[in-house]
């Protein structure tokens, strides 16, 4: 019984990552899809049966307070953060075939 809640579980969160959810959004589709999305691809490399397309999209994530649901005089303030995605498309014959997606996060942005 432990064995198949586990299993149910795992299922469920690889299903619902972000990761999924890209290649979901994107694989078979036409590269022309992810260039009105993304622009122009930031690298491009040439194989011989594919070529890859690296794109890249920056975000600026903002301070907030966290909350700790009790009454202090010091709240807790995350700090600003950059966050750079990274979407490696592996086209083949001008389709998207493989879709990978590498997160990075920096604090130290002024």
Do not use: W
Not at 66 to 94: C, E, F, W
């Amino acid at each position: 019984m432990r064995a198949l809640l586990f299993s149910i579980v795992m299922v469920v969160l690889v299903s619902c990552s972000s990761q999924r959810m890209v290649q979901k959004s994107y694989i078979g589709q036409p590269l022309s899809t992810m260039e009105s999305e993304f622009g122009k691809p930031i690298t491009v490399f040439n194989n011989e049966s594919s070529d890859i397309y690296i794109f890249e999209k920056v975000e600026f994530l903002k301070s907030t307070e966290i909350s700790q649901h009790k009454l202090t005089l010091d709240p807790m303030v995350t700090p600003q953060v950059k966050k750079t995605s990274r979407y490696t498309a592996t086209v083949v014959n001008g389709t998207i075939k493989k879709l990978e997606l590498a997160e990075e996060y920096d604090r130290n942005i002024k």
